[in-house]
């Protein structure tokens, strides 16, 4: 199953949207007394066993939204985004949500061939000599920008 947190995907027309899936997992951060009263991490390292707790609550949340999601009879989640909400002193919920639609292959768009289109433009430097026969150049616009030709008398 295709998961993205991008509102649509490359290639793809959303041909049927089952409506939003979510799930949640929780995790603690272990904490041990010291002998001098203070808390420490169960790890030396502290965001190593953290790090690795909430990859774990990652795969198990991403699992489940999988599950919701095929249970919709969906083909893909789009538009996902994760939350990490503090519960309390030492607890942890991750928040996934989505919506479950299902794809098909998009049609090729084909764009129209834009043509070069020829302006002729008085050049600055003409306008403000204010030249009684003022200099004109002709030039070719291509994508809103102007490219000078060639200077005629």
Do not use: C, W
Request: charged share 20%.
């Amino acid at each position: 199953m295709l998961i993205t947190n991008l509102p649509a995907i490359a290639g793809f027309e959303i041909s049927a949207a089952h409506g939003m899936v979510s799930t949640t997992a929780s995790m603690t951060r272990r904490v041990l007394k010291t002998s001098m009263g203070g808390a420490r991490s169960a790890q030396e390292s502290g965001s190593d066993g953290f790090s690795a707790e909430l990859e774990e609550a990652r795969k198990r949340a991403f699992a489940q939204l999988k599950q919701e999601a095929s249970e919709l009879g969906a083909q893909a989640i789009i538009g996902v985004s994760e939350q990490l909400h503090t519960v309390g002193e030492s607890g942890y919920m991750l928040l996934l949500s989505g919506t479950a639609v299902d794809l098909k292959k998009a049609e090729p768009v084909e764009l129209p061939q834009l043509q070069p289109q020829v302006v002729y433009v008085q050049t600055e430097a003409a306008s403000q000599a204010q030249a009684y026969e003022p200099e004109i150049i002709e030039a070719v616009v291509r994508d809103n920008v102007i490219y000078p030709q060639f200077a005629r008398a």
